[in-house]
């Protein structure tokens, strides 16, 4: 690597530098340092003075990076909800980037901001509001707790968009979305009644297999005449075991189908007749017998959720079952976590709620699953483990690196793991014996910068290191250079004075 490219890693190293001073990183936001855009804007913490000049920047790139900051608080991020710039309230409505584990709701001004947001016809949109809205419904930050008010909010349109939570909505709020004073509320919400009228799905049901005919036989209210059809054809019969709405008689010819796969939805049903369930109890299926055993009557759709969820994908399951759903109640994930089930006890420990006791209880359990999904979920899951998720889940680092919790300090039995990841957690120990020197000559990047970076090694040492190419970046981001000295950096990098530009 050529000297060259020297002042760029500097301006990325200095971005990052979590001891840089205001006056330091407000020289950043010049033309010349735009490679260290990102890292300032979008990865970093960043004091209030530099928050203020960024979301008043003349830069797209620099607005749009501190939209999607997940170190900013979402009140700092909703700031840029009326931006001039269209791909800027796309970077706000899509949230945090990477997306990782729960997104932190936006406040309710900057959600109604851009749920009611109109387009300016009088200039053309690369994004349009709705796309910005889609946006910002998948996003997960929408509160559960503004979802609900919605239905009754004074907000006409928020009204109206409420509609579309039909099937989540109260029996009370969809009457009262029908009889809405608003003209246009009661037109949507008459529309979304056809969710629940099975002649209505029977009549916009597709005969073509598609998304949208899939949607209407997994969600919504299904006639017997679209139940014969299907049954007589052996066509998408899975989606009618799964459906809450399917008559309770299909239900039951559907629970003695020749597939497992059919069988097994109809056992997991909340809606079974217990004689029906202990027939499934002693289906020749294994996979059938274990799902009908795994929770006794009566039952919830959304612990149905919740355990789907698991089954398969433990490694991956951070945050709530679906934002749309409701959650089942925290009484229910504190009995899973008794539970003599290892499945159950994985549903435990996704709920952020279960008191202390249950925490350390499930901490301690036998089963990797459990014990890595109670580091992924709960805020008071213990430092030892979500250590040990960091190792055992590479897949769930990026989260895992964003946890308060994920220890950062007595780690020198991992300097040398054969994972790069963890050796370069390692190396930015604060509390090791001695410097990580011998980790400046890792063969992997991140740990080279990772030690580069260590407050540990002296200030000689990384004073020479800043002129070596594959050092330079990490060596610019430790917090033992005095500010006088990243100044330098960014005079070295043709970077001109805040005073003077």
Not at 170 to 199: F, K, M, Q, W, Y
């Amino acid at each position: 690597m050529s000297s060259a490219v020297l002042p760029e890693l500097w301006l990325r190293g200095v971005a990052a530098n979590p001891a840089a001073p205001s006056d330091v990183l407000l020289r950043l936001l010049t033309p010349q340092a735009r490679p260290a855009w990102t890292i300032l804007c979008e990865e970093r913490d960043l004091p209030a003075d530099v928050v203020e000049a960024v979301v008043a920047h003349p830069e797209r790139a620099v607005r749009r990076g501190f939209a999607r900051n997940r170190h900013a608080a979402p009140e700092q991020r909703g700031r840029l909800v009326n931006d001039s710039d269209a791909r800027v309230r796309a970077a706000l409505a899509s949230g945090p980037r990477p997306r990782l584990g729960r997104a932190v709701a936006l406040p309710d001004d900057v959600l109604e901001t851009l749920l009611t947001a109109k387009d300016d016809s009088s200039q053309g949109h690369m994004l349009t509001a709705d796309e910005i809205r889609q946006e910002l419904v998948l996003s997960g930050q929408i509160s559960q707790s503004f979802r609900r008010r919605m239905a009754d909010h004074l907000n006409p349109e928020l009204r109206a968009q409420a509609a579309g939570l039909w099937l989540w909505l109260t029996p009370r709020r969809r009457d009262a979305l029908l009889a809405d004073s608003n003209p246009a509320v009661r037109e949507t919400a008459r529309g979304h009644r056809r969710i629940l009228d099975p002649a209505a799905m029977e009549a916009d049901l597709p005969e073509q297999g598609c998304h949208y005919r899939d949607l209407l036989l997994v969600n919504y209210a299904v006639s017997h005449a679209v139940a014969e059809r299907c049954l007589a054809d052996r066509r998408d019969l899975w989606a009618l075991a799964h459906n809450p709405h399917t008559p309770g008689d299909i239900v039951t010819r559907l629970a003695r189908d020749p597939d497992p796969h059919v069988r097994e939805r109809v056992a997991a049903r909340a809606d079974l007749d217990p004689a029906l369930l202990a027939e499934l109890a002693q289906d020749p299926d294994d996979t059938v017998r274990n799902r009908a055993l795994l929770q006794p009557l009566p039952r919830a759709w959304s612990q149905r959720g919740a355990i789907d969820r698991i089954i398969g994908k433990a490694a991956q399951s951070i945050g709530p079952v679906d934002e749309m759903l409701v959650e089942p109640e925290r009484s229910w994930y504190e009995t899973c976590a008794a539970s003599t089930h290892p499945l159950l006890r994985r549903v435990a420990a996704t709920c952020p709620e279960l008191p202390e006791e249950l925490v350390r209880r499930l901490a301690g359990d036998a089963d990797d699953d459990v014990r890595h999904l109670l580091a992924y979920n709960h805020p008071l899951a213990p430092p030892p483990i979500i250590l040990d998720a960091f190792i055992a889940t590479p897949r769930q680092r990026p989260y895992l690196r964003t946890l308060s919790r994920l220890p950062r300090t007595g780690l020198h039995q991992l300097l040398d793991h054969d994972d790069p990841d963890v050796r370069a957690l390692a190396a930015a120990d604060t509390s090791l014996t001695q410097p990580p020197v011998h980790l400046l000559a890792d063969p992997e990047p991140r740990v080279r910068r990772a030690a580069a970076a260590n407050p540990l090694l002296p200030l000689a040492l990384i004073s020479s290191l800043l002129n070596a190419p594959q050092h330079a970046e990490g060596a610019a981001a430790n917090p033992n250079l005095p500010a006088e000295r990243l100044h330098e950096l960014l005079d070295l990098s043709g970077l001109l004075p805040v005073a003077t530009r």
